[in-house]
């Protein structure tokens, strides 16, 4: 006897599903199933929300945090924001914890992951050299390195500490107390990122 499975177009659906960060196949049959039975509309309206979502959002030029198409960057253009200081985080969404703090009121840079040679990630592949000439160019006091603990991370903090040290006029400073070892900032809340904001330390 054949086994049963569902129609081509439901598979179809749950391996989509299952693309996702963090679903696994039985979420992913879940969310399915419940879409099927939700109705014609409601699919519709997710179907509607994520085309308008990738077709009107984009990131900023400078710190790479996300903005709808054609505005200004709501971060960047904040005339409150201390221009001397000037945050680096591996991705645009790690931006977000570290503000929401309130301990941070200085620029962001987001370089768009970190080293990783096993991966094929170099330092061109990485939004660095803009970073550098960003520093160069601005009247950037402290460049604080908002990267993970982990050892790609550790390695991307190194490399940044070395080309930006080199600009006498801008301290190096790294996360300190607060972030768990071999963890990243999608892991820390609000409590654990404001006293690594606080124990920040220097490079030397």
């Keep these: 006897m054949p086994r049963l499975e569902y129609p081509e177009p439901i598979t179809q659906l749950i391996?989509?599903?299952?693309?996702?960060?963090?679903?696994?196949?039985?979420s992913a049959e879940r969310m399915a199933i419940w879409m099927l039975g939700a109705g014609r509309d409601h699919a519709a309206d997710i179907a509607i929300a994520i085309g308008g979502a990738h077709g009107s959002v984009g990131c900023c030029d400078d710190c790479g945090f996300y903005l709808t198409k054609g505005d200004e960057c709501s971060l960047c253009s904040d005339p409150k924001r201390d221009r001397t200081l000037l945050c680096v985080v591996e991705h645009p969404t790690d931006i977000l914890p570290i503000d929401r703090t309130g301990a941070f009121r200085g620029l962001y840079h987001s370089l768009g992951g970190k080293l990783s040679p096993l991966d094929n990630v170099a330092p061109e592949d990485l939004k660095i050299a803009p970073l550098v000439a960003r520093v160069r160019e601005g009247d950037i006091a402290?460049?604080?390195?908002?990267?993970?603990?982990?050892?790609?991370?550790?390695?991307?903090?190194?490399?940044?500490?070395?080309l930006?040290?080199?600009?006498?006029?801008t301290k190096v400073t790294r996360l300190a107390q607060g972030m768990p070892a071999g963890g990243g900032l999608e892991n820390a809340d609000e409590l654990t990122l404001l006293r690594a904001l606080s124990g920040r330390r220097s490079l030397e």
């Design 142 to 162: 402290e460049v604080i390195l908002a990267l993970g603990s982990d050892v790609e991370g550790e390695a991307t903090a190194n490399y940044l500490g070395s």
């Design 15 to 26: 391996a989509a599903l299952k693309a996702l960060p963090g679903v696994g196949p039985k």
């Design 164 to 169: 930006l040290e080199t600009i006498e006029t």
